[in-house]
């Protein structure tokens, strides 16, 4: 990546008809379960405050519930009653105080909403839920039309600069457009005319009620992605109707969130969805707003320049971030610390009931407990054992708090297991975690001493006042017959496969499934696959008929087993990324075999007990185990029995195997809290 760029879109004014807003990057409505009781409070504040000092030019909130039955529970802020407003008040001058604009998404769930009581267009059960919601009357629809204005007036008496009305998701919005969940056979049912009825019913009266003063968007699916459900195709019809029925922007994101399309993972490339913006803006004469896996600000000013879209929201990016807009514009693309998609703090938490925080980002959500302006006023001279993610970010809070830092990395190169992490297909933006130490060292002055295998000796040389101990893991081979004379030869460690140190044959057996023995299956599952720019070459020249060329890019020449000793694999996955994974390696054909205990292995042919019977694989040209790992302990240990005169500390995968979260995570807070 350039770290010179001159973004001639990324910063230009927005004006939205009376509105202008600073810059082009729009921070969207995203559930964040800071507010418990449903009023904005210190957390939710700070949080936001942060990102519009950090130049944001849009903040959108929400969803906001407009009434209980249609809430997402316990977490969501609230906009269903006037005790709200004061609240929401002194929240739109902060952020007008900031230079941020701020609209909020007025959230009805419909069949989505946990409520007992959730209401939708028809009676039909839930795919998210498993709930069968009651099916609106028309005086029932006029009373969530009514409390969606209501809602919106009290935004316009908090200073608000707008609303956004949430008809993406599967949400209720959808869930009248979508004929697979209206089946009604009155005025709002039947044809695209009739079930768009609702929505511009509610577009209208909405616009009624706050007038010309503030904005009325609406946040939009691009393509349902569930089958029998509206594709590209009817959104385009359907955007235009918005359009005509004077909605003021429209922002676009992706499908449903039943949908087994991956919307947010790693896995989706950077500005994937950027032609469902196209789509709809192809269609209208309003501004259009483009979501959805864009963390990198190039990415956003191409998107911009290609004229894709008008604006481009950037949600993950900055919690990850929230400086990035500044830095950005400043051009200090080093400093950003981008998202990488990983769902670990933001989504997964979300889903399983808790805060938003974030795997690169430990602040966030703390943003009035963590102050790293403020510097130590006892400088220590810290060592640091070993640059994994939490050797490298207890070396830069601790370098950014004043203290005097060096790390040995006994390789030739920082980073530990990302060096292999983002190797398997969907993986390289965790790439960008290197290139973000690598910057911090640089500009920090880090002291880094690569090719040094650290001892006893010598870390008692640097006379440390505290010495961190990031030196990972090593493998935890499993006691199986065989294993030993086969390792080396025909069997091998994920890590090492990954990292180009073996040839890797035409039928492979992954020994593990867990989520490294997933992505290993799915890297293997891949090789052989053409490359993009061969298969256009091919392609371009009609070289080979097209199915064969679309059959050879899409899977490689490997046939690949997984055999796991659970009845599941990938337990260790978060819960958004499992499924999506699972589905991953069905398209590409990998065996999978749970419940297997294996017995032995012979040269070629492993055995294992499967379903009550002795079952074998054979002529298998390459064995890789992805069986787990334990903490590296051994220098620890040792400098710890010796009754050392400086501190000693155990953080990331030395401590205990767990998530990069955690690691990261633990390295900021270790060093911290140094001098505490």
Known sequence: ????????????????????????????????????????????????????????????????????????????????????????????????????????????????????????????????????????????????QENHARAAERLKKAGFNGVELSGSAGYLINQFLSPLTNKRDDEYGGSLENRLRYPLELIKLVKERVGKEILVGMRMTGDDFVPGSNTYKEIAVIAKYYDEAGIDFINVT???????????????????????????????????????????PIVAEELLRNELADAICMGRALIADPYLPIKTKENQLWDIRKCVGCNQGCFDHIFTGRSVECMRNYEASRESEINLNKKTEKPMKVLIIGSGPAGLE???????LGHNVTILEKKDEIGGQINV??????????????????????????????????????????????????????????????????????IYFADDVLAGDYHVGKNVVVVGGSATGMETAIWAAELGTLDSEVARFISFYNLMPKDEIFAKWLKGNRKVTIIEKLPKLGLNFGRTTRGFMIGHMMKLGI????????????????????????????????????????????????????????????????????????????????????DK
């Open 254 to 296: 992706g499908g449903w969130h039943e949908t087994r399309i991956p919307q947010l993972l790693m896995m989706v490339p950077q500005g994937a969805y950027a032609y469902l913006a196209e789509n709809i803006r192809n269609n209208v004469s309003i501004p259009v707003f483009v979501s959805n896996r864009i963390t990198n």
């Open 1 to 144: 990546m350039n770290n010179i760029m001159k973004f001639v879109k990324l910063f230009e004014p927005l004006k939205i008809r009376n509105i202008e807003i600073r810059n082009r990057i729009v921070l969207p409505a995203m559930a964040l379960n800071y507010t418990p009781d449903g009023y904005i409070s210190e957390q939710f504040t700070n949080f936001y405050l942060e990102r519009a000092k950090g130049g944001v030019g849009l903040i959108i909130i929400g969803g906001a519930q407009v009434e209980k039955r249609g809430g997402g529970g316990r977490g969501f802020l609230s906009v269903d009653d006037d005790k709200f407003i004061p609240g929401l008040t002194t929240f739109s001058e902060i952020m007008h105080d900031h230079g941020a604009k701020v609209i909020a998404q007025l959230y009805h769930a419909g069949a989505y909403s946990l409520s007992s009581k959730a209401v939708s267009s028809s009676a039909i059960q839930s795919n998210l839920t498993k709930m069968v919601p009651k099916e609106l009357t028309i005086d029932e629809i006029k009373v969530v």
């Open 591 to 674: 065996n999978t075999i749970t419940n297997a205990n294996i017995t032995k292995f012979e040269k070629d042919t492993v055995e294992f007990q499967h379903e009550g019977e002795t079952k074998s694989l054979e002529n298998i040209d390459t064995f890789i185990l992805a069986t787990g790992v334990k903490p590296n302990t051994d220098l620890y240990d040792k400098i710890d029995a010796s009754n050392p005169s400086y501190n000693i500390y155990k953080i990331g995968d030395c401590k205990e195997p767990r998530t990069m979260m955690e690691a990261i995570h633990e390295g900021f807070i270790t060093a911290y809290e140094l």
């Open 394 to 400: 207890a070396a830069r809070v601790a370098r950014i």
């Open 421 to 490: 992490s983002f190797i398997p297909p969907g993986r390289r933006d965790i790439n960008d975690i290197i290139d973000y130490y690598k910057a911090q060292i640089e500009h920090l002055n880090i002291d880094l001493q690569l090719g040094v295998e650290a001892t006893q000796e010598i870390i008692n040389e640097y006379e440390p006042d505290a010495a961190i101990f990031a030196t990972g893991v090593k493998y935890d081979i499993p006691e199986i017959p065989g294993i030993d004379g086969t390792l080396g030869s025909t």
